[in-house]
């Protein structure tokens, strides 16, 4: 059995009723493919902008004809600390969570020959490592009291959207696609019923009727980079290099979501009381890309950088499976049902945004460096496919919603070093992530700052460095007719979610 990314794909168009994770998401996939390089202590301190500088090892995953500048044989290795931070208010209250986490951003080694020559090839390198390219750890908690909204308004919207027969659901959920087991969950437990008169769904709400909301969400995992790279320096003036790129993916969501209900719910045995759901998504992949890239030196102070990254092509699989339940009145006495289905299974691939990046960067001599990357990303060129006979009109539902709601973004990246005395040096970096939707009322920019310092002698360096990530957030819980977000600002029924991460750096190299 499929699991349900398409027909929800289908019903952003048609009902635009989202609910959790089970619809797998346009947005879900743009974070599947996210591409955030973190690199050397250096390469972060500057803001990852190495685009025309290379010589590190985490400029690999940017441009890759950064390795055509080094002089040497080189090792590092780079552990971090992630101290992830999520505030969010709902409904005038607010919730925090915070996570302190220890990984691997960084590890490699490159070896260089040098010919001897100063004109034609002067050297070649080849390098190996691992780079980390995204984490998705975030943990989100909201709670709305007296909310006017309920999840009982978006499930008739989405079963009568599809004209989904309850004949139909009354079967065993193994033979129901599973974007359809929240409906069958629904209607078995009295939470919706269906009209024979009318042939629509309904649910038990009054006109005036407040729901207590309370939702926690559970992200986690990662993308990790192995790469293998290739390049040689001509006459010191141009440099070019390839990366192949192995990404290992593994994303994992749970959501826990609860109502209370308030007031005048009646429901069909008698009185409503409360409702629950807990899912539980994991999606792994592996997948391969490559960069190319070039530096050129028309003198020895000022560089020009520029790369093109392919999509990463994932071959991706996806578990899903769900519990729900209701507790309502009968008879004055608490009567509670509920159901969980089994697993279910669907394989897909995945092609990423591609990219492409321009740098320039000046260097003062032995004073310090300034350099500028500019980064063309086309989010609206992600794609899926599967292999399952007569999905070809759902799949090319799913992939022109990517194409209308996902525009090609531009992202800046600044940075800059001082070089002191004792051989040591600051930095500072900046970057600007631009919003990738075509809605101009979704301005979801994010931005990071980043400082470090480092110590260079001739076979042994040493640097440490601090970023900050940060985003402001618009969401629902499930959302009701209109599933872009209007007038985030005056809408008590939008959650607003603060997100910081903060990552401590550190890097040890040795040069050979």
Known sequence: ??????????????????????????????????????????????????????????????????????????????????????????????????????????????????????????????????????????????????????????????????????????????????????????????????????????????????????????????????????GGNISNTFQFGITVGLQDLEYINSLNYKEDYIGNLEGIMDKYVSSVRDEYLRTTGFGVNAKFGVIYRPIDAFRLGFAIHTPTFFNMEREYHMYMGSMYKTKGENDFRSKETPSDIYEYTLTTPYRMELGLAYVFGKTGLISLDYELVGNNAMRIRDNIPGDREFISIRNNAIKKIYRTTSNVRVGAEVNLIRKLMLRVGFNYFQSPYTDSNLDFARYAYSAGIGYRSKHFFADLAYTLNTGKYHFAPYYVNDYRIRDTDKNPEIAVENLKIGRIIATIGFKF
Not at 35 to 48: K, N, S, V, Y
Not at 117 to 137: E, P, R, T
Not at 153 to 167: S, T, V
Not at 221 to 226: M, V
């Open 1 to 230: 059995m499929k699991i349900g990314i398409i027909k929800w794909s289908a019903m952003l168009l048609l009902v635009s009723a989202v609910f959790s994770v089970e619809a797998q998401t346009t947005d879900e996939l743009l974070q599947l493919g996210t591409h955030e390089i973190q690199g050397t202590a250096r390469f972060t301190g500057l803001g990852g902008a190495f685009n025309a500088l290379g010589g590190d090892f985490g400029s690999l995953s940017t441009n890759p004809a950064g390795i055509a500048t080094y002089r040497s044989s080189e090792f590092v290795i780079t552990p971090s600390l992630t101290l992830n931070n999520t505030t969010t208010d709902f409904r005038g209250k607010s919730f925090s969570d915070g996570r302190t986490r220890f990984g691997l951003a960084n590890l490699g080694y490159v070896g260089t020959y040098l010919s001897q020559n100063s004109k034609g090839l002067v050297s070649l390198s080849f390098g190996l490592g691992y780079n980390k390219a995204a984490n998705f750890y975030k943990r989100t908690k909201l709670q709305g009291l007296d909310s006017p909204n309920s999840v009982l308004k978006m499930l008739p919207q989405y079963a009568n959207g599809f004209k989904i027969r309850p004949d139909y659901l009354n079967g065993k959920l193994q033979n129901i696609l599973s974007e359809d087991w929240t409906t069958a969950m629904a209607l078995e437990s009295e939470m919706i019923r269906y009209e024979n008169d009318g042939l629509y769904y309904m649910n038990g709400l009054e006109k005036n009727d407040v729901v207590d909301i309370y939702s926690s969400t559970l992200q986690s995992g990662s993308t990790s980079e192995y790469t293998f790279s290739f």
